[in-house]
């Protein structure tokens, strides 16, 4: 049974950092992109990082590149997102998603919540 569980979300104050994780089971993590996406109140889903199943390249918007890194650990078969220097504007579920290149394979986690506010 595939099952990306995310987790380390929370409520932290303006300035501070968070990381998630996102365990995976039931495929082959190692062959999977993985990616995390955010969905803030109100508003659509949007892409924040991307990283190819060696964790050799890395992807990320432009608008949060530098404050938020994306990692893996194949061997754990967990990925992460580092989030520093967080904002109001980076309250939102964050999801983590599993995708197998050249193919339509999509896997979505629950989602984990993050609050940023004093």
């Known amino acids: 049974q595939v099952q990306l569980v995310e987790s380390g979300g929370g409520l932290v104050q303006p300035g501070g950092s968070l990381t998630l994780s996102c365990a995976a089971s039931?495929?082959?993590?190692?062959?999977?992109?993985m990616r995390w996406y955010r969905q803030p109140p109100g508003k659509e889903r949007e892409f924040v990082a991307r990283i190819t199943g060696t964790g050799s390249s890395t992807t990320y918007a432009t608008s949060l590149k530098g404050r938020f890194t994306i990692s893996r650990d194949n061997g754990k078969k967990t990925a992460y997102l580092q989030m520093n220097s967080l904002k109001p504007d980076d309250t939102a579920v964050y999801y983590c998603?599993?995708?197998?290149?050249?193919?339509?394979?999509?896997?979505w986690g629950q989602g984990t919540q993050v609050t940023v506010s004093s």
């Open positions: 039931g495929f082959t993590f190692s062959s999977y992109a």
């Open positions: 998603s599993a995708a197998l290149p050249g193919t339509e394979t999509v896997y």
